[in-house]
């Protein structure tokens, strides 16, 4: 595809070169920064100064003045001129000889020695080997078969330094450093000429078309290769570029990168050395001659010389965007890299990126426009203004100039396609979620968070609840009447929530439970609402609306109480007996707050538990004051109210016993009667009133579970005393006895049993309880012998150490002296220090104090 990389501009026009010769033409052409240098067939070199300017149009122009031309003095064509600037002369070939003038007055060097002959072809080494800075290397091709020679050109003199032989007769010649890239009469080759290695490239025919060899870098090389191919080849014999299909007549090449451009007999071509393709086509008859000087083309054609002048990249580049020919845009800027200032490369680099991400965006390649706007580090704003609304009134942002795309808005992009809408606000949605959390939102965060959530909102999109509810930038000024309009009022109350508006945010939530507001966001609004409450700090919000809550359903509500920490003086508004109190009203809410407190919680306040057993109290009478009344829920709130009289025992008993007089709750009555170790009296009621034998045993249990053996044989002693009462005989009680004493024979006294059992019952009947208590007799028995025998092993053991430690007989008389104070001993007792020494047991004693570290031994010892 084409592109305008160079435009064709006349440098020496014929009339300034030849007048009025018509029989003139140019041979070859030598250019040196402004000094153009002509060399003509009739054996005149003809010097101009070329001055750049530039047109009202803005575009380059040339304005050549000839400061002088010399006739050789050879009447023969002038074949080939290379200018040696850091010697100020200039290389001249013309009738096969090969001589240098002086670059200013184009006058021959006097010496003899600045002349070689026999020359066919030469060329300049412009990697040299040498280093001296005032010498230029040849690689000449004499008229002598089949050899290439190198010569050192000085300011004066030339010199041969190497001859080097060829397999067939060169064409044309390119040196670079060490290395001959030559065209033979049959093939190219590269040849080193210090080693003496070569290398064959590829074959061609040279009496059918005309050799290119052309330097264009380091040891690499442009060549001219059958099927109208331009191929690359390096020093090393390889092609690390594809080749450049140009046409089968060209008769000239230059490289001006990245492009190279041929010369054949009708046209100038453009090539890119990046893509291969060709880039552009110019007309050129009569062309004969194309070279670059240090990145200028220039071409001349038999009678007037021309500059091919680039366009600059940026303007190239450029054009190809306008075209939409964004992989070719992007290549041409990549390979123009190494031609350009880092800092101006990258500044460049990132727009044309920026700008191909748009192009690639309004085809809708996202994810290729949305590498591009990566990699061109993309203000991310630039995509947000494409949407209409999007940013936030407030922004400051202004679109960059000149602008990195052709559309208006998205609707200018879209032209009415919905589908294509949608599909652009979702890419936007995915380029957004991943920028905010890089570099790319820096200074520009609020923005990019209040885009998100209008396209959320808009979309009805999930994430909407995640942005809000994390941390985020959104303008609250923007945001709120979009949520609004949308219907999202659950989402403005995070947005109010976030901004620590929570006054606002439940507000509005508690119109959208009571229907004032439709959003369909969440069904368990109501919930939510009491969880927040329940932790939320602003105790007058609490208050606020505690009471709307409770009145919506009590056993929720009550969770605004029971999810907060129990503080006593929590700003004094806080603390269980302000709730209880508020409570009063709501007795639902009331029993569920002080189960929280007693049975989670663990609060052991006698207040808490007596108002707690007597709301579970009314609430059994309440229940049993229906008619009928409900037998399922009487026996769970019995059951609630049962367990809290066993398990507490901070209530007021006696006060509980009073509501109960006079009820049918007997079972209760006997537990309070428990606990006020009236025993007999709860036995009584179990076993007289209610008739229910197990129960009764049950109270045994229960009332000595956290007490000895001894108040427990009481207990059962008791309820044995209760069946066998005399005064109310009955079968049942001594079938409920005679279970009583086999199911639980340890629990009782055998003996004291056996005095209160009637005269008549038989040991059959008993034999359970008899068995069981002998075996427990033997058990106890059997275990204090094994205790007592443990005790007098142990005995023995201390016995044996004590006699371990007292050892041999000490002797002590009245003159032996202490060694601890020197005194001599009055009386047989004494301590045995280490060592056998006896002392004072005073003197031991003393010593102990003074230093604790260092007891002696008291152990008794025997003496004498």
Not at 37 to 58: A, M, S
Request: some cysteine; proline content about 4%; aromatic content about 8%.
């Amino acid at each position: 595809m084409s592109v305008k990389a160079f435009e064709l501009v006349p440098a020496v026009e014929r009339d300034l070169l030849m007048g009025d010769k018509a029989r003139i033409n140019i041979e070859c052409i030598e250019c040196c920064g402004k000094h153009l240098y002509v060399g003509t067939n009739d054996c005149f070199v003809h010097h101009f100064l070329l001055e750049e300017r530039t047109t009202p149009k803005g575009k380059l122009a040339f304005c050549a003045q000839k400061l002088l031309h010399k006739c050789l003095g050879l009447k023969k064509p002038v074949n080939e001129l290379k200018a040696a600037s850091a010697l100020e002369r200039l290389i001249v070939l013309c009738d096969n000889t090969v001589t240098v003038v002086d670059m200013v007055n184009l006058e021959a060097v006097s010496s003899g020695g600045a002349r070689i002959k026999g020359v066919v072809s030469f060329c300049v080494n412009e990697n040299p080997v040498n280093g001296d800075p005032f010498c230029v290397e040849l690689g000449v091709i004499a008229t002598k078969r089949r050899t290439v020679q190198i010569y050192m050109v000085y300011e004066d003199r030339v010199q041969m330094v190497k001859e080097v032989s060829t397999p067939e007769q060169p064409c044309a010649v390119c040196l670079d450093g060490y290395f001959l890239c030559l065209a033979l009469s049959t093939q190219y080759m590269i040849l080193n000429y210090n080693t003496g290695a070569s290398q064959d490239l590829f074959p061609y025919d040279s009496e059918e078309k005309k050799p290119i060899v052309k330097r264009i870098g380091r040891e690499e090389f442009l060549l001219a290769a059958p099927g109208g191919l331009g191929m690359f080849a390096t020093a090393d014999g390889v092609s690390q570029r594809a080749p450049v299909n140009w046409s089968e007549s060209v008769i000239g090449a230059a490289v001006c990168f990245p492009y190279v451009v041929a010369l054949d007999e009708g046209f100038v071509t453009v090539h890119s050395m990046l893509d291969q393709q060709l880039k552009q086509t110019l007309s050129f008859r009569d062309g004969h001659i194309l070279q670059d000087f240090e990145g200028k083309v220039v071409l001349a054609s038999t009678k007037a010389v021309y500059v091919l002048v680039p366009l600059p990249l940026e303007r190239q580049i450029q054009d190809l965007l306008a075209g939409h020919r964004v992989e070719e845009a992007l290549t041409l800027a990549e390979g123009a890299r190494r031609n350009i200032p880092k800092d101006k490369f990258q500044i460049m680099h990132r727009r044309i990126l920026q700008q191909a991400g748009f192009i690639q965006f309004g085809q809708l390649q996202f994810l290729e426009a949305k590498e591009h706007f990566r990699k061109g580090q993309l203000d991310v704003r630039e995509l947000i203004s494409l949407y209409p609304l999007l940013l936030p009134s407030s922004s400051s942002f202004t679109r960059c100039h000149p602008p990195l795309h052709e559309f208006a808005d998205l609707n200018h992009l879209a032209q009415g396609d919905q589908e294509k809408v949608r599909r652009c606000k979702l890419f936007l949605v995915s380029y957004l979620r991943e920028a905010r959390s890089t570099e790319v939102a820096n200074g520009c965060r609020e923005d990019v968070d209040t885009a998100l959530l209008k396209l959320y909102a808009e979309a009805d999109h999930e994430s909407l609840l995640d942005l809000l509810a994390s941390e985020n930038a959104c303008l609250l000024a923007d945001s709120a009447p979009w949520l609004e309009k949308h219907h999202k009022y659950f989402a403005l109350g995070l947005l109010y929530r976030y901004n620590g508006q929570d006054d606002a945010a439940l507000q509005l939530w508690v119109k959208v439970v009571n229907g004032d507001l439709q959003d369909s966001t969440r069904s368990d609004l109501y919930e939510y609402v009491v969880d927040f409450l329940s932790f939320c700090p602003n105790l007058d919000l609490v208050w606020k609306y505690a009471e709307w809550a409770l009145q919506k359903d009590q056993k929720v509500g009550v969770q605004i109480f029971t999810r907060r920490t129990v503080s006593d003086d929590q700003a004094g508004q806080m603390n269980p007996d302000s709730i209880i109190k508020y409570l009063h009203k709501y007795q639902q809410a009331t029993l569920l707050y002080l189960e929280h407190l007693v049975l989670e919680r663990r609060v052991q306040k006698e207040k808490l538990h007596t108002h707690l057993a007597v709301l579970y109290l009314d609430r059994v009478l309440g229940l049993l004051s229906q008619s009928p009344s409900p037998a399922q829920e009487v026996a769970k709130a019995r059951e609630q109210l049962q367990k809290l009289l066993k398990e507490s025992n901070l209530y007021r008993v006696q006060l509980l016993l009073g509501k109960l007089q006079d009820t049918e709750l007997l079972l209760e009555r006997a537990t309070l009667h428990g606990k006020l170790e009236e025993h007999d009296k709860a036995l009584h009621i179990l076993v007289h009133q209610l008739k229910d034998f197990p129960a009764a045993e049950g109270y045994c249990l229960w009332a000595s579970a956290s007490r000895d053996e001894e108040h427990r044989r009481r207990l059962f002693h008791l309820l044995l005393g209760v069946y066998l009462d005399p005064d109310a005989p009955g079968d049942e009680r001594t079938v409920a006895a005679v279970d009583l004493l086999n199911r639980h024979a340890g629990a009782f006294d055998a003996a004291q049993v056996l005095r209160l059992l009637p005269e008549g019952w038989s040991l059959q009947l008993l034999r359970p309880f008899l068995s069981g208590a002998l075996r427990g007799a033997m058990h106890a028995r059997r275990t204090s012998q094994v205790a007592l025998g443990l005790a007098r092993a142990e005995n023995l053991l201390l016995k044996h150490d004590r006699l371990k430690y007292r050892g041999g007989p000490v002797f002590v008389s009245e003159k032996k002296g202490c060694q601890l104070c020197h005194n001599t001993f009055t009386e047989p007792d004494c301590v045995c220090l280490p060592g056998g020494v006896p002392v004072h047991t005073h003197c031991a004693a003393q010593r102990a104090r003074d230093s604790p570290r260092k007891r002696p031994s008291a152990n008794p010892s025997n003496h004498t």
